[in-house]
């Protein structure tokens, strides 16, 4: 499994961003993908997943602000982050959750107060 992110950056408080994770290695269709988090001094955390079917799960920090989203044509998984907090600064990881299972080596985003 090989999970390639990019996107992420420094943005102002309230600003976007739109990660991308380019997978490779795995049945990409009928696999769950997800978005995880670490933010400074703090433990890993599911940001969201999407489903092969296209059910999503959010967590209740970035419910309504965020959005994860998959192109099966092109083997990526998205995360389109608005209204971004101060508190979202973290390094973001795409995960592979199942059949198959792996991490991207993460990207980092900050945003400034």
């Known amino acids: 499994v090989q999970l390639v992110e990019s996107g992420g950056g420094l943005v102002q408080a309230g600003g976007s961003l739109r990660l991308s994770c380019a997978a490779s290695?795995?049945?990409?269709?009928?696999?769950?993908m997800a978005w995880h988090r670490q933010g400074p001094g703090k433990q890993r955390e599911l940001v969201a997943f999407?489903?092969?079917?296209?059910?999503?799960y959010y967590a209740d920090s970035v419910k309504g602000r965020f959005t994860i989203s998959r192109d099966n044509a092109k083997n990526m998984v998205y995360l389109q982050m608005n209204s971004l907090k101060p508190e979202d600064t973290a390094v973001y990881y795409c995960?592979?959750?199942?059949?198959?299972?792996?991490w991207g080596q993460g990207t980092q985003v900050t945003v400034s107060s």
């Open positions: 995960a592979a959750r199942a059949p198959s299972t792996g």
């Open positions: 290695g795995i049945s990409f269709s009928i696999n769950t």
């Open positions: 999407i489903t092969s079917v296209g059910s999503t």
